[in-house]
């Protein structure tokens, strides 16, 4: 596959994603995780059948519903559809305080990757929705090939490293 061609069109730069909005069996058991572990906040239930749930009061960045789901079973593993979710936090110390309630929390973590431009844990959700948590390094700390291009690699986390940064501070 040829990837060294110009894209006809290009995004806007400043373009995010901007929230998810997951089919779930079951809401209380999927806010056990995304409210009570992770710690999003409730900002609005839609009757008792979806709920909306945020950092810092923005309208919503994960939806919950179970409007064609309730009860249901995870979808099968090797079939199309959301491979994981991604939750982007702003510095090293949130990603540690994510890792910490995790563990607080006996959750379990599949996986722990250093990709050089981030670091990343992994996991699945109650429903068995792939979730990546993650913190991104600066852009001038990103590894390069000798011509410039981004270089990713997949390098075990150095897990007691980013708990360190929570050394001498209160759990919050």
């Known amino acids: 596959m040829e990837t060294s061609k110009l894209t ?18 079951n809401i209380e058991r999927a806010l056990g995780f995304y409210r009570d572990i992770l710690g999003f906040e409730v900002n609005q239930w839609y009757g008792d059948d979806a709920v909306f749930l945020s950092a810092g009061g923005y309208h919503h960045h994960i939806g919950l519903n179970t409007w064609m789901s309730r009860n249901a079973d995870p979808a099968p593993p090797h079939s199309a559809g959301l491979f994981h979710l991604a939750v982007l936090y702003p510095g090293r110390r949130d990603l540690a305080l994510a890792l910490r309630w995790l563990l607080e929390s006996n959750y379990p973590i599949g996986g722990a990757s250093d990709h050089g431009v981030s670091e990343a844990l992994y996991l699945q959700d109650p429903d068995g929705n792939g979730v990546e948590l993650y913190r991104d390094r600066p852009q001038e700390e990103w590894p390069r090939t000798p011509d410039g291009g981004l270089e990713m690699v997949t390098r075990p986390l150095d897990v007691d490293g980013l708990l360190a940064e929570l050394d001498n501070e209160e759990t919050t």
Not at 8 to 25: D, E, F, Q, Y
């Open 8 to 25: 006809k069109r290009v995004i806007n730069p400043g373009t995010s994603i901007g929230h998810v909005h997951l089919k779930v069996a």
